[in-house]
């Protein structure tokens, strides 16, 4: 099991940014892809970007392409999501995510290939 504990969220307003944390314990997690999902209420749950093990590929939803940005940094067992001119429609708790798989050739790109979930950081965006 991998334990996931998010910070940065908070309140900005619109165009500003944020840069989200995920600090990683427990298995490997080096070796999983790594993603974050947003849930806003009444919507359905949204993998807004991913990243490869080895951080040398990344995949990000059409809403936030353009955006926000993944990274990783594997010695630090840290993941980031750096998040630029925020819109009230990016309100929302924000969760990183590991793959269910290791060493894993491409992006996981939907929810359903993750398995350890953080409780997530409260992202909202003042219009």
């Known amino acids: 099991q991998v334990q996931l504990v998010e910070s940065g969220g908070g309140l900005v307003q619109t165009g500003g940014s944020l840069r989200l944390s995920c600090a990683a314990s427990?298995?490997?997690?080096?070796?999983?892809?790594m993603g974050w999902v947003r849930q806003a209420p009444g919507k359905e749950r949204e993998l807004v970007a991913g990243?490869?093990?080895?951080?040398?590929?990344?995949s990000y939803a059409d809403s936030v392409k353009g955006r926000f940005a993944i990274s990783r940094d594997n010695a630090k067992k840290t993941i980031y999501l750096q998040m630029n001119s925020l819109k009230p429609e990016d309100t929302a708790v924000y969760c990183c995510?590991?793959?269910?798989?290791?060493?894993?050739?491409?992006?996981?790109?939907?929810?359903?290939?993750?398995?350890?979930w953080g409780q997530g950081t409260q992202v909202t965006v003042s219009s």
């Open positions: 427990g298995r490997s997690v080096s070796r999983y892809g």
């Open positions: 990243i490869t093990w080895r951080g040398g590929s990344t």
């Open positions: 995510a590991a793959s269910a798989s290791p060493y894993g050739i491409g992006v996981v790109t939907t929810t359903q290939g993750y398995d350890n």
